[in-house]
């Protein structure tokens, strides 16, 4: 019996198909039974509720502290139950991106495009750093010169290499991950400075670097605690940040230092509420160990066990320009000075008197 062209590959596809719709059935009523069930707890707690409510009501003459008491349990078992909503919605959510990734698998619409192995035992800040930097460096010669000339001079000169972008549009990735002024919210700034990386400050050795370090925390992370005070007294800057809604993210980009970028130059990771330098260390331990950031910035909000709920956008510099506020901690000027300074009003109040065009 002569078998049809192709009709091995057509059973094993449709065997494949077969066991993938299986499969496939079989998580979906796995997922129905999980609903039913999170439905029963639900109908449960609403009948405690229920339950409550009713002798809530049948002892009317301790109407004052059974209220009290209802509205304690009514919030924990509110709080409960919208934990559990999330939880069960996150995971339809997964659940849904998981068989649309597999019907991509089998439709041959999805490839991997590169893989990372590592092997590393360090902060998640520092491998990030790593890959981005490999890279950097795994492009082409010509491609890898023109992306890292057009970082310095975005640094360098405020410039927004489009013509560059156009030609080579991998640099836009690569802005958004080394310059501060295009990356995302909460380590964007409106600055031209460039991450110092064990790649860049090669680069940076030929210009002189003006240094700053960019934090930022949660809102929440931040306010006084009841019973545990700061240790020391808090810029009022900070204090400020604090009256922002809880959810809010406070950053902070703070000058540190200046130097050719060796990475012996010191570095002030931390100022006090009077803007004096409180802890320094060298270049080299700002960038190879970040975690001395993050245990710095604790340290000066006079709470150093946020360490694990402080982050850092790593360090960075400004090549060839002297922001004011590096002249004003260099000319060693007044704190109240470099705390708050309103330059706009009087940018203005000089425009109007006629001193200044």
């Known amino acids: 019996m002569v078998r ?6 057509a059973h094993v596809h449709h065997d494949i198909h077969e066991r993938v719709k299986k499969r496939n059935k079989s998580r979906l009523e796995r997922f129905r039974e999980y609903v039913k069930e999170q439905r029963e707890h639900y109908r449960a707690l609403a009948e405690l509720i229920e339950l409550q409510d009713r002798a809530i ?16 349990f009514y919030d924990i078992l509110y709080e409960h139950s919208i934990k559990r909503i999330h939880h069960l919605f996150d995971r339809a959510i997964r659940f849904a991106e998981f068989m649309s990734l597999l019907r991509d698998f089998i439709a041959g619409r999805a490839r991997v495009l590169f893989t990372v192995e590592h092997r590393m035992f360090f902060a998640k800040d520092k491998v990030i750093t790593q890959v981005r930097d490999e890279l950097l460096m795994s492009l082409p010669p010509n491609v890898r ?3 890292l000339e057009a970082l310095v001079k975005a640094s360098t000169a405020k410039y927004e290499p489009r013509e ?26 409106k600055t031209y400075a460039i991450k110092l990386t064990p790649v860049t400050i090669h680069l940076s050795k030929y210009y002189s670097n003006t240094y700053y370090v960019l934090r930022f925390i949660r809102v929440d992370d931040m306010r006084e605690d009841a019973y545990l005070k700061a240790s020391r007294s808090i810029d009022f800057y900070f204090m400020s ?11 902070t980009l703070t000058y540190v230092g200046s130097g050719t970028a060796d990475y012996s130059d010191k570095v002030a990771l931390a100022r006090d509420d009077l803007r004096r330098e409180l802890t320094k260390a060298p270049l080299r331990r700002a960038i190879l ?15 150093p066990e946020l360490y694990d709920s402080a ?8 090549l060839s ?28 109040s000089t425009f109007y008197m006629g001193f200044r065009a």
């Open 164 to 189: 560059v972008i156009q030609q080579h549009p991998q640099l836009r990735f690569f802005l958004q991950r080394y310059i501060a002024y295009f990356k995302k919210y909460p380590c964007a700034r």
């Open 4 to 9: 049809r062209h192709g009709a091995i590959e």
């Open 57 to 72: 009501e049948s002892y009317s003459r301790y109407r004052s502290w059974l209220q009290v008491l209802r509205e304690f």
């Open 145 to 147: 010169d023109a992306i």
């Open 241 to 251: 940040a604090t009256r922002k809604p809880y959810e809010d993210i406070m950053n």
């Open 311 to 318: 982050s850092h956008c790593s360090l960075y510099s400004i």
């Open 321 to 348: 320009r002297k922001p004011k506020s590096a002249k004003l901690y260099e000319a060693g000027v007044s704190h109240r000075l470099l705390g708050k300074r309103p330059r706009r009003r009087i940018k203005t």
């Open 289 to 303: 160990q970040p975690h001395w950031i993050r245990r710095a910035f604790a340290k000066i909000l006079g709470k």
